[in-house]
């Protein structure tokens, strides 16, 4: 009955790789979000969706694309990691943009 | 641009002694102001919010209130407990569709 999932918890990966972090919500909200917490706890938003649609787009680099197939996914891909992606990732969702946000557990991400 | 300032941390208090963890921001407008919760290894809560000046938000014993003169949000709690120990994050939001802003967030150790 987990309300916002992460799939995986922990990634450990070499440079250079390319890897997917996927994140799925049973509420039923409209709204969807990433974020990146540094190694100092330091969180920012990195995109938001509402129905499917981008709403928020901080600036990433376009090595980082994220994907909505339907309300309930946002899925995040990583191209060409870099040891300064190593973080933690976290997924978060809301009924609509400005509403309560409920956060995901996370995935580690580790780049070597 | 629109910024969060917390206490730097880490706070150590002995359990039931009296919390703050200060908050200032530096927003246009009149913001919505929140205080999220990160336990360990999980994601961020909402602990409480306030959506205009002189507003108090409280939950779980914790309270901040919304100071516009002020430009501050500071939360308190009368008597903490070990299980309060977590990262507390103050941030704010402008509009709806805009993104959450977060502060650097404050580390608690409560120690029995």
């Known amino acids: 009955d987990t309300a916002v999932s992460q799939t995986p918890k922990y990634l450990v990966t070499q440079m250079g790789n390319d890897k997917s972090i996927k994140c799925e919500q049973n509420?039923?909200?409209?709204?969807m979000y990433w974020y990146k917490q540094d190694s100092k706890k330091f969180l920012k938003i990195m995109f938001s969706?509402?129905?499917?649609?981008?709403?928020i787009n901080e600036t990433v680099p376009n090595r980082f694309s994220p994907k909505s197939p339907d309300k309930a996914h946002l899925n995040l891909h990583i191209n060409s990691l870099e040891l300064g992606d190593s973080a933690v990732y976290f997924c978060?969702?809301?009924?609509?943009?400005?509403?309560?946000?409920?956060f995901g557990p996370g995935t580690r991400l580790l780049v070597l | 641009g629109d910024s969060v300032t917390q206490m730097e941390g880490p706070v150590t208090l002995s359990e039931e002694a009296f919390l703050t963890i200060n908050c200032t921001y530096t927003?246009?407008?009149?913001?919505?102001l929140f205080w999220y919760v990160q336990y360990p290894g999980e994601g961020l809560q909402l602990l409480l919010k306030?959506?205009?000046?002189?507003d108090k938000g409280s939950n779980k014993g914790f309270e901040a209130t919304y100071r516009k003169e002020t430009t501050s949000f500071h939360l308190e709690k009368g008597s903490v407990q070990v299980s309060d120990s977590a990262v507390y994050f103050c941030?704010?939001?402008?509009?709806?569709?805009?993104?959450?802003?977060f502060g650097p967030g404050t580390s608690l150790s409560v120690i029995p």
């Open positions: 978060a969702s809301s009924q609509e943009p400005g509403s309560t946000q409920y």
């Open positions: 509420l039923g909200h409209d709204t």
């Open positions: 969706y509402n129905n499917k649609e981008l709403i």
């Open positions: 927003a246009t407008g009149y913001p919505s």
């Open positions: 306030a959506t205009k000046a002189d």
């Open positions: 941030a704010l939001m402008k509009t709806s569709y805009d993104k959450v802003i």
